[in-house]
């Protein structure tokens, strides 16, 4: 994977930017130690590392007015950062480029319980926010399973998902109003607290837009009641198919769950050895299913969809009976990355969406892609949502892996696409799945996605390297017809 080459003659200026950044902000707030720096060199997606030119941690909008504002008068590029959890390397930094990090924009401003919102800086972690407002039987419903350290800024960004936003939505859903600092350092408003705005929705196209049109500095989210009870079932297939199978029968019975999520048999034992949660180890799929509503909706609803499951194939079923015992159901779930992380000295962590009733198939074509490849894949993903997340493990140790992880990886999310899903469901494309954008759109899609951009950032300045593939076209990308072998553009190179 390559990144643009950097500008030299930006990098022979670092010491000139570095001085004019600390007079924007307090001196403190601009690290440019090379060792301090390195905190920042990666984010989730931790294959691929680089130092910035220098970080800045503003401490208000003004202050990122003012570094946007001067970094576009001086041709500077700029990175927005939130916690760096991003998975698929939206907030790498580049060699030329200004950090700009959002820790320090991390209060909640208001909370306003008539209009059932909340006014949050971009830096308060997702977590934190529902913490803010339970005390009075509230929450903030979009819930990534890093919602303890990633913000709400970075959720805007890749307009995040989790485990609950099959009803209720991902990030997008539960976003009223932004504050945004344009490359220029024009401050603007989108949305707000009430539901209509007058003219374009630019608050829906800001939210995925992966720090690409400007740096958020304050959102106002959603708040949700919390529900008055939930109620988790554990439901053991012996063949994953029938499990997937169930998955969309729940659907198009007309239940909405809060919550459906599947586990192969090997994430189910991988999370057994990891915290002991209970789960059966005879199945080949586990799907968690939660209900919540008012009490005797819920139990309705725990009954039709066990007799769902009893119908495709479910081998056990079990409901949970207090919180305690629905926590622990869950509890194996959420510990599934971190026990996945125990199988093998990497794992790269895809992130694609299929229609449901493509679930039997692709789970078939994924089997078969990872004995072609080699690699084993650990499946454990929002089933409701048709959004996978196959885990490929690998050792970077072992020269190639990588690549081969990568290619496996690549050729899943193709697959994802050829069955008329998406490349991302929640992750965003960031560089990890800029190459295969060709895949799924074609040259005028991306042609009008770039001047969507340069309305934003006509300087292409922010987060460069970022969602577009770097050659121009999709042909030069190598989607091509080649006829009587003859390479289209011969003399590009191909990444
Ligand atoms: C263990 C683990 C589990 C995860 N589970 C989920 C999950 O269930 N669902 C899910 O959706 N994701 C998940 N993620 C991915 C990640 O947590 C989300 O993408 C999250 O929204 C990133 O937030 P962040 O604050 O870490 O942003 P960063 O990683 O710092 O940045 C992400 C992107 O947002 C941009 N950005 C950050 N802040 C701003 C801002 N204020 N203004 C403009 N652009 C900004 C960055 O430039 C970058 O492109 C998981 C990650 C890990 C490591």
Known sequence: ??????DLATLARRAEIVAALRTLVTADSVIDDPVALRVFESDALTAYHQVPLATVLPASTEEVAAVLRWCTTNGVKVVPRGAGTSLSGGALPLADAVLIGMSKLSRVLEIDYDNRCAVVQ????????????EARGFYYAPDPSSQIACTIGGNVAENSGGVHCLKYGLTTN??????????????????GKGMGDSGYDLRGVVIGSEGLLGIVTQVTVRMLPAPQVARALLIGFGDIEDAARCVAAVIAAGIIPAGMELMDRAAVNASEDFVHAGYPRDVAGLLIVELDGVPAECDFLCGEVENIARGNGATSVATSTNETERLRFWAGRKAAFAAAGRLAPDYFCIDGTIPRRELPHVLREMTRLSGEYGLPVVNVFHAGDG???????YDSN???????AEALGGDILRLCVAVGGV????????????????DMF???DLDQQRALKAAFDPAGLLNPGKVFPLLHRCAEMGRMHIHGGKLPFPDLPRF
Do not use: S, Y
């Open 1 to 6: 994977m390559d990144m643009p080459t950097p």
């Open 398 to 404: 072992e020269p190639g892996m990588l690549e081969t």
């Open 174 to 191: 539960n976003i009223l109003g932004l504050e945004m600092v344009l490359p220029d350092g024009e401050i603007v408003r989108l949305g």
């Open 387 to 393: 959004n996978l997340h196959p885990l490929i493990l």
């Open 122 to 133: 971009p830096g308060v972690t997702n977590l934190a926010i529902t913490r803010a407002v």
């Open 423 to 438: 490349l991302t469901g929640e992750h965003g494309v960031g560089v990890e799945k800029r190459d295969l954008m060709c």
């Open 442 to 444: 074609g040259d005028d």
